[in-house]
């Protein structure tokens, strides 16, 4: 059985490239591939509201899908003017798992280039982190803190 794509309520939807990559939706909704390693997940327990605050040093755009139990959310975080860096996701009665994955375009904001997955990491409790490059390895080209609050 292949690892879930996120976004995808059924295991119909689950599908492996070859190689190290699954399939998931990028941040304009088109099937990309994702690293294992890209999307970084935390319950949440109930009765939180969840604090986003995002940060980037990169000169490429960056876009950062939320997903709530496994759902795409309707807001996402991002490095230029049409994706906000701070989101607010309302307390829950239930506790929930929240998953990050981070994406980059290889420039500025271009329609015509394909978005490109991040690998991630943690970096302590509260803090997701992400490498564009794969290259450096520096885990600060897109960067995530998370903060709750009841």
């Given at each position: 059985?292949?690892?879930?794509?996120?976004?995808?309520?059924?295991?119909?939807?689950?599908?492996?490239?070859?190689?190290?990559?699954?399939?998931?939706?990028?941040?304009?909704?088109?099937?990309?591939?994702?690293?294992?390693?890209?999307?970084?997940?935390?319950?949440?327990?109930?009765?939180?509201?969840?604090?986003?605050?995002?940060?980037?040093?990169?000169?490429?755009?960056?876009?950062?899908v939320i997903y709530i139990d496994g759902q795409r959310h309707d807001h996402q975080i991002g490095s230029f003017i049409l994706r906000p860096k701070v989101v607010i996701i309302p307390k829950r009665d239930e506790?929930?798992?929240?998953?990050?994955?981070?994406?980059?375009?290889?420039?500025?904001?271009?329609?015509?280039?394909?978005?490109?997955?991040?690998?991630?990491?943690?970096?302590?409790?509260?803090?997701?982190?992400?490498?564009?490059?794969?290259?450096?390895?520096?885990?600060?080209?897109?960067?995530?803190?998370?903060?709750?609050?009841?």
């Open positions: 059985m292949c690892p879930e794509v996120f976004g995808s309520p059924s295991p119909a939807g689950r599908a492996k490239i070859h190689g190290i990559m699954y399939v998931n939706i990028d941040p304009e909704g088109n099937v990309s591939g994702i690293f294992p390693d890209s999307p970084l997940s935390l319950t949440i327990p109930a009765g939180h509201n969840v604090h986003l605050y995002g940060s980037f040093d990169s000169s490429w755009e960056q876009a950062i506790p929930f798992e929240l998953t990050l994955v981070a994406w980059h375009k290889r420039s500025d904001p271009n329609p015509d280039l394909p978005w490109v997955a991040s690998r991630g990491q943690r970096i302590g409790p509260v803090v997701f982190a992400w490498d564009d490059s794969a290259e450096d390895g520096d885990y600060r080209d897109a960067r995530v803190k998370l903060v709750t609050s009841s």
